[in-house]
């Protein structure tokens, strides 16, 4: 079996995150991680590799240069191989434009299963992993909260507020999986030295034949027309002492706030 999960190189949420002079994210000045939702996805393709026989796992990302941590990362948790795409025309595309790279890139591994995050932590559009389905002609299985696989029968449970659904397929099919799916594993100092050893193959948008045209920031359906920064919070109104009169305060807080 041959999964391949996609994985998305995000600005840290501890680190300042800021735009670039273009209005996209700073992804090259501003310390980045492997996005934690999709650390989910990767170990679901580890416990999925623990119940087969012959598994490989393949982990792909489209990023610039520093986009190899989020590889790496993958690599030390227990995935066998890495694929980055990197190429400079890539740089401000939006969600269709990414999605065409990662399919062009998946499409090449031939993998029965593909496993991707629930959403980034950065751009949080929940959109990719639908439009990367479209794009290979596969089933999708989204917001899975649990996956089963037997044989050629996939079997995912899907929860929301009000239902449960169990869904099945045939593979080859996408999957996202939420982060109620697992609690992903935490890399073993074996599992870091092992990863430095582990391949990791570069691609350009010409080994995939894309046009650079059809990429980046000119090919976007979507154009971030100003940006302006968020106002800083206010300090809030702060009850400290409660002469008693703390409740009705409150109230007519939340009624001046249209909150009641
Ligand atoms: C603040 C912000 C706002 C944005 N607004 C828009 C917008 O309005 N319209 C628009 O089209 N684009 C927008 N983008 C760009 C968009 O985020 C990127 O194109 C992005 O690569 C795909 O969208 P996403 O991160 O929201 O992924 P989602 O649609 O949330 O997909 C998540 C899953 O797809 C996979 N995935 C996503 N990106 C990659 C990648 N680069 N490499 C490998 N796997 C990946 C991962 O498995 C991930 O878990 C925005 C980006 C940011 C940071």
Redesign the pocket.
């Known amino acids: 079996m041959k999964i391949v ?7 840290d949420a501890t680190a300042d995150r800021k ?1 670039a002079a273009d209005h ?2 700073d992804r090259v000045g501003v310390d980045g991680v492997l ?1 934690e ?2 650390e989910y ?1 990767v170990e679901e393709a580890l416990q999925i590799r623990e119940g087969a026989d012959d598994c490989e796992i393949i982990v ?4 610039p240069e520093p ?1 190899r941590a ?1 590889i790496l990362k993958s690599l030390q948790m227990g995935a066998d191989a890495g694929v980055h ?1 990197v190429d400079e025309a890539i740089h ?8 065409l ?2 399919a062009k890139a998946v499409e090449r591994q031939q993998a029965d299963l593909v ?6 932590t ?11 389905a479209e794009r290979l002609g596969l089933a999708q299985l989204t917001f899975g909260t649990e996956v089963a696989v037997d044989g050629t029968t996939v079997r995912v449970r899907r929860d929301d507020d009000a239902a449960s659904e169990i869904i099945e397929a045939t593979l080859p099919v996408l999957i ?1 999986v939420t982060d109620q799916a697992n609690e992903p594993r935490y890399p073993s100092f074996k599992g870091i030295m092992a990863a430095k050893k582990k391949p990791v193959q570069t691609l350009t948008l010409a080994d995939l034949g894309i046009d650079s045209s059809e990429v980046g920031t000119e090919a ?3 154009k ?1 027309e100003e940006m302006r920064a968020r106002p800083p919070r206010s300090a809030g109104t702060i009850v400290a002492a409660d002469d008693g009169a703390g409740a009705e305060r409150l109230v007519e807080f939340l009624a001046s706030q249209k909150f009641i």
């Open positions: 999960c996609c994985v998305k190189y995000v600005p735009f996209t994210v996005s939702l999709d996805a792909v990302t489209v990023g986009a989020a795409v401000g595309s939006d969600a269709v434009g990414t999605s790279v990662l496993l991707c995050g629930m959403a980034s950065d751009g949080s559009m929940s959109v990719v992993p639908a439009m990367l996202s976007a359906w979507t971030v």
